[in-house]
């Protein structure tokens, strides 16, 4: 995690405004005084802290103070960035990810709460802290090293996207003058890695009733973002329109007869998942025929324009709630 850093005004001070970043199953937000407990419970672990440069052990409510206070400054002055991780939908800290930043290079650190391991929470993590990194300032390369003791942390890093560079010495901490393995990424790797990702083209729509109310669907249990809730739509066919893919999918999974002339084009959604990009034109239905009634088990609730920001959606869902609530 960051401890010092260089002259106020640099670039990480301008990279993150503050508000949570979201992936699939995460939310990044600042680490603030409500944590505590969870710092001292879940990074006194000595299974977390051995793994670690800098992680003090055993660990007190003191240590997390000053960890809290070091992250503040850093983030003030430049130096460096720190995320605390909870899951979307279960607010409380399980770990964090940060990043040391001087000359244009950005040293990676982190660490999870043992009973939240061998779930791919800190790969996508640092996915997201390094989208942030490479399209937010610039940092030209992102770094971090790792024991040879821990080839979970090493497959966390590859899984990232970063490669291995070769081992050095640690010169720090707990680390020092130990073995240590460096993963490396560069801004132009990364760039080729986005640009290697399959376009994937969806369809969704808003479907409004005479109350003004708007359909969501929840997707289900142990499908790729399962339990969050979603407009209704699917994956546009190889020479489909989007309007046809619509009105496909919406009479296979609700039931309903739509119309292409009824459907009105709103808006798009573009979001980069980790093995693909979306691009998702969204449309608005008045007008079916027929009663919605959900063939796949899917759970479905018209909800009013207000409250769907009660619902956790997707990350290319959840902007245009803001559109959907101005428009309606």
Same mark, same amino acid.
């Given at each position: 995690?960051?401890?010092?850093?260089?002259?106020?005004?640099?670039?990480?001070?301008?990279?993150?405004?503050?508000?949570?970043?979201?992936?699939?199953?995460?939310?990044?937000?600042?680490?603030?005084?409500?944590?505590?407990?969870?710092?001292?419970?879940?990074?006194?672990?000595?299974?977390?802290?051995?793994?670690?440069?800098?992680?003090?052990?055993?660990?007190?409510?003191?240590?997390?103070?000053?960890?809290?206070?070091?992250?503040?400054?850093?983030?003030?002055?430049?130096?460096?960035?720190?995320?605390?991780?909870?899951?979307?939908?279960?607010?409380?800290?399980?770990?964090?990810?940060?990043?040391?930043?001087?000359?244009? *290079?950005?040293?990676?650190?982190?660490?999870?709460?043992?009973?939240?391991?061998?779930?791919?929470?800190?790969?996508?993590?640092?996915?997201?802290?390094?989208?942030?990194?490479?399209?937010?300032?610039? *940092?030209?390369?992102?770094?971090?090293?790792?024991?040879?003791?821990?080839?979970?942390?090493?497959?966390?890093?590859?899984?990232?996207?970063?490669?291995?560079?070769?081992?050095?010495?640690?010169?720090?901490?707990?680390?020092?003058?130990?073995?240590?393995?460096?993963?490396?990424?560069?801004?132009?790797?990364?760039?080729?890695?986005?640009?290697?990702?399959?376009?994937?083209?969806?369809?969704? *729509?808003?479907?409004?009733?005479?109350?003004?109310?708007?359909?969501?669907?929840?997707?289900?249990?142990?499908?790729?973002?399962?339990?969050?809730?979603?407009?209704?739509?699917?994956?546009?066919?190889?020479?489909?329109?989007?309007?046809?893919?619509?009105?496909?999918?919406?009479?296979?999974?609700?039931?309903?007869?739509?119309?292409?002339?009824?459907?009105?084009?709103?808006?798009?959604?573009?979001?980069?998942?980790?093995?693909?990009?979306?691009?998702?034109?969204?449309?608005?239905?008045?007008?079916?025929?027929?009663? *919605?009634?959900?063939?796949?088990?899917?759970?479905?609730?018209?909800?009013?324009?207000?409250?769907?920001?009660?619902?956790?959606?997707?990350?290319?869902?959840?902007?245009?709630?803001?559109?959907?609530?101005?428009?309606?």
């Amino acid at each position: 995690m960051p401890t010092t850093g260089p002259d106020p005004g640099c670039l990480a001070a301008s990279a993150w405004d503050g508000r949570p970043l979201e992936t699939d199953r995460l939310r990044l937000r600042p680490p603030c005084e409500q944590d505590i407990p969870q710092i001292v419970s879940l990074a006194g672990d000595w299974d977390v802290a051995r793994y670690t440069a800098v992680i003090p052990h055993p660990y007190a409510e003191a240590d997390a103070r000053t960890f809290l206070e070091s992250c503040a400054r850093d983030r003030a002055s430049g130096g460096g960035l720190v995320f605390a991780l909870e899951r979307r939908g279960a607010p409380g800290l399980i770990g964090c990810v940060g990043a040391e930043i001087a000359d244009q *290079v950005a040293t990676l650190g982190y660490w999870l709460g043992r009973p939240f391991w061998g779930q791919g929470l800190v790969t996508e993590a640092l996915r997201r802290v390094l989208r942030l990194l490479f399209e937010g300032t610039d *940092v030209t390369e992102a770094r971090a090293t790792v024991l040879p003791a821990n080839p979970g942390s090493c497959r966390v890093l590859e899984k990232a996207g970063l490669g291995f560079e070769g081992e050095e010495t640690g010169e720090k901490g707990r680390c020092s003058g130990q073995p240590t393995r460096l993963y490396r990424i560069t801004r132009e790797g990364w760039l080729r890695q986005q640009a290697e990702k399959p376009t994937l083209l969806v369809a969704a *729509v808003a479907l409004v009733d005479a109350d003004g109310r708007v359909l969501i669907a929840r997707r289900p249990d142990g499908k790729h973002l399962g339990g969050l809730w979603e407009f209704p739509g699917g994956k546009v066919k190889p020479g489909e329109t989007p309007e046809a893919a619509l009105i496909r999918e919406l009479d296979e999974e609700l039931t309903i007869d739509v119309t292409e002339s009824c459907l009105a084009p709103f808006t798009f959604a573009s979001h980069a998942y980790d093995g693909f990009h979306l691009l998702m034109p969204l449309y608005l239905c008045r007008v079916w025929k027929g009663e *919605v009634t959900p063939r796949e088990g899917q759970r479905v609730k018209w909800v009013r324009p207000a409250r769907l920001g009660d619902y956790p959606m997707p990350p290319a869902d959840a902007p245009l709630v803001a559109m959907l609530r101005d428009f309606l």
